[in-house]
């Protein structure tokens, strides 16, 4: 079983920056992916951004430029940096694993959603609040 922990939500102001860190059991290097994950109110579980053990990443369109998904080996913990914040980044951000290598391919418009069913250890999540 693994163990995940977010940490660093908070609330913004739009434009600003917020670092949220997922520690965990296990090694995030041998994780064949690990990712980001978020949820309004209202809406579906997307993915945020996907980091593979060969350190590709992949990225929802509406962060790409600014949120990066990166690995501290020597803390081993999972980073996603976001920077010029918006308010519609509000939501509940979530750390996961996964067993199986990352989805690099699907449906260009649903792949953030389809994603969520690759992940098998979740966290418990993080707060969000961007305000304008």
């Known amino acids: 079983q693994v163990q995940l922990v977010e940490s660093g939500g908070g609330s913004a102001q739009a434009g600003r920056s917020l670092t949220l860190s997922c520690s965990g059991s296990?090694?995030?290097?041998?994780?064949?992916?690990m990712g980001w994950f978020r949820q309004a109110p209202g809406k579906e579980r997307e993915a945020v951004a996907l980091?593979?053990?060969?350190?590709?990443?992949r990225y929802v369109d509406s962060v790409k430029g600014r949120f990066t998904i990166s690995k501290d080996s020597a803390k081993n913990t999972l980073v996603l940096q976001m920077n010029s914040l918006k308010p519609e980044d509000t939501a509940m951000y979530y750390c996961a694993a996964s067993l199986i290598p990352c989805r690099f391919g699907g449906d260009p418009g649903t792949w953030m959603v389809d994603a969520t069913g690759d992940f098998h250890f979740w966290g418990q999540g993080t707060q969000v609040a961007v305000f304008s």
């Open positions: 980091i593979a053990n060969t350190e590709r990443t």
């Open positions: 296990g090694s995030v290097d041998r994780r064949p992916c």
